[in-house]
């Protein structure tokens, strides 16, 4: 079974066994939906029993798990979901379909796509022949993606 990272648990929050999750998925609402199953650290498997969101981040409860005692040792854990279980966009793509794409200006092969990330906007992280570079997921830059070939194509601007 494969799986994506969508997440990590970066603390605990309040006494009743809510974590506070620093999240990686596009799709927040989706993946910590309540009765979703989740993988701590890749082999755990736990159940959502509550969701919710608080001053942009994302709280959840395992296993009816209530207690902080009962949750502190999942601090630090990444969060991974089962790649079965995402259901097909019928127009786009999931960000994590961008890792590993290779990247072409106009018919030429320039770099590979090594990482996605998400701080304030979205960003390529595109290893080049010679430097890497952080490249916003924006029109001005990115001209087209093509999945089947797995591959982006981009536009540089002077200064790249």
Not at 109 to 114: A, Q, R, S, T
Request: hydrophobic letters at 40%; a negative charge; aromatic letters at 10%.
């Amino acid at each position: 079974m494969d799986k994506i990272k969508i997440g990590i648990i970066a603390n605990t929050f309040g006494i009743k066994g809510e974590l506070k999750v620093i999240s990686e998925s596009d799709f927040v609402e989706e993946r910590f939906k309540v009765g979703n199953h989740l993988y701590l650290d890749q082999d755990l498997k736990v159940e959502i029993t509550s969701f919710r969101e608080h001053n942009n981040n994302v709280l959840i409860r395992i296993n009816n798990l209530e207690d902080i005692n009962l949750v502190e040792k999942y601090k630090n854990m990444e969060i991974f979901f089962d790649l079965d279980e995402i259901e097909p966009l019928e127009v786009g793509y999931y960000l994590f379909q961008l890792e590993d794409l290779d990247v072409y200006i106009k018919d030429e092969k320039v770099g590979k796509v090594i990482a996605v990330s998400k701080p304030a906007q979205t960003l390529l992280r595109i290893q080049l022949e010679d430097r890497e570079i952080l490249l916003p997921f924006v029109d001005a830059f990115i001209e087209k993606v093509d999945l089947d070939k797995k591959r982006v194509y981009i536009n540089l601007i002077e200064g790249f």
